[in-house]
């Protein structure tokens, strides 16, 4: 079974400009989540997708970040502008059935660096 | 809010030893507790996965432990080796409608050769 997939792996964009994260999850999980760690910060959760449709959005930072997940099968993350504060790593896991049961897999996340 | 907390930040110890990694959520009713461990560079890769209903698994040299009441959780690696170098992540889902995680910071764990 394929895991998690995340592109790109890296992205250094100027302060302004836009950038587009994407992920695919494990085949069959309807529940997707984004989490961001920035430098010396713990891990937080930004949002959770169930299928399509936005189930939990109290994570993300501000109306630069936009969420998509078309049809239900990949996301893609876009942040426009981007600023500096922005950079950190991007991380994207699925779940089996939403309950948490099997618990969740990750990603490798995507290093965006902000400059 | 839940919070979750994880001592030491740091750890440093010759090859071939126990030790023990500490996790402690400040909100008891959690769903499942998860310990992850993240090399540098990496994803996070999932060690295991604790029920609320359960008080430990086993995977290997891994133990980890749950006292949801008390909010503690423990991970015991036996007998470490050089290549458990990496950062290890505690989360918990509370449960709810979409059983998000919080995660604490982390220990960074080297062993020695």
């Known amino acids: 079974e394929a895991g998690v997939t995340q592109f790109p792996s890296h992205s250094v964009i100027e302060k302004g400009q836009t950038v587009t994260l994407r992920c695919d999850p494990i085949s069959g999980h309807d529940n997707l989540y984004w989490y961001r760690r920035v430098m010396g910060k713990e891990i937080k959760f930004l949002l959770h997708?169930?299928?399509?449709?936005?189930?939990?959005e109290s994570g993300m930072p501000n109306n630069r970040f936009l969420a998509e997940r078309t049809g239900g099968t990949y996301s893609t993350l876009k942040v426009q502008p981007a600023e500096l504060e922005d950079s950190g790593v991007y991380f994207c896991a699925s779940s089996l059935l939403g309950t948490g049961q099997f618990g969740y897999t990750f990603g490798s996340g995507t290093r965006l660096t902000v400059v | 809010k839940q919070e979750v907390t994880q001592i030491p930040a740091a750890l440093s110890v010759p090859e071939g030893e126990n030790l023990v990694l500490n996790c402690s959520f400040t909100?008891?009713?959690?769903?499942?507790l998860q310990w992850f461990r993240q090399d540098p560079g990496k994803g996070l890769t999932s060690l295991l996965l604790?029920?609320?209903?359960?008080r430990e698994q086993t995977s290997g040299r891994l133990n980890a432990s749950l006292d949801k009441s008390s909010g503690r959780s423990t991970l015991y690696i036996a007998a470490s080796q050089p290549g458990d170098s990496a950062t290890y992540l505690c989360?918990?889902?509370?449960?709810?409608?979409?059983?998000?995680?919080?995660f604490g910071k982390g220990t960074l764990l080297t062993v020695n050769p």
């Open positions: 989360a918990v889902s509370s449960g709810g409608s979409n059983y998000k995680l919080t």
């Open positions: 909100d008891s009713a959690i769903y499942n």
């Open positions: 997708f169930v299928k399509e449709s936005k189930q939990d």
């Open positions: 604790i029920q609320s209903s359960q």
